[in-house]
């Protein structure tokens, strides 16, 4: 059985692993899952499942585990992933010159690995992904755009140089806006005439 103290210590580092995830989803970005969410009642059941003998979460092998738990952490079941942290726990109390190479990347997994809160928001080649959708998407909307002006009819006669010349023209004969516009004395600009 556990000793009180690493009993109390279980259930504390529980209580805080609990209440780390419970915080509101709207003051997080992370895609927790309901499964992976640790409750109140999952910790608890976990906690109880590792005290009662001939517990499946009791057998689970550290040195089975440890070699590629990245690929396995994700397959195992919440109790057997508390087990396999409170072996490595106490694996960790030892001096840090004995542990072999594996378990030191299986305790730094646990603790820092990409799951549960720390799970990567997008998925690997997202940022690939989204640059050709929105590449393609603006070639076809500038395919679209030069299609329709394929299509479109004549630009309207208003919009040829002599038209433009004779609207000059005329608004100088009519004294259009004679303070500042092109009926003024000594206007250098060029009046309806757009290039």
Excluded at 33 to 56: H, I, Q, V
Excluded at 70 to 86: G, I, P
Aim: proline content about 7%.
């Amino acid at each position: 059985m556990l000793t009180p103290a690493l009993r109390n210590t279980s259930r504390n580092a529980l209580r805080s692993a609990v209440h780390s995830t419970s915080v509101p989803s709207s003051s997080r970005r992370t895609l927790l899952t309901k499964a992976e969410k640790w409750s109140l009642s999952d910790a608890r059941e976990a906690e109880a499942a590792l005290e009662a003998p001939g517990s499946n979460a009791n057998k689970v092998q550290l040195s089975q585990v440890v070699p590629n738990i990245e690929a396995r952490w994700a397959h195992m079941s919440k109790v057997e992933q508390y087990a396999v942290y409170r072996q490595l726990e106490e694996v960790q109390r030892k001096d840090w010159k004995e542990l072999s190479l594996d378990e030191k990347k299986a305790a730094y997994f646990v603790s820092f690995g990409p799951h549960g809160p720390r799970k990567p928001i997008t998925p690997p080649g997202q940022g690939i992904r989204t640059l050709v959708g929105v590449s393609g998407l603006c070639l076809a909307t500038f395919g679209v755009f030069y299609t329709m002006r394929q299509f479109a009819p004549p630009p309207p006669k208003t919009m040829t140089k002599e038209y433009q010349e004779q609207s000059n023209e005329r608004a100088r004969e009519d004294k259009i806006n004679p303070i500042t516009g092109i009926s003024s004395e000594g206007y250098k600009g060029k009046g309806y005439v757009q290039e």
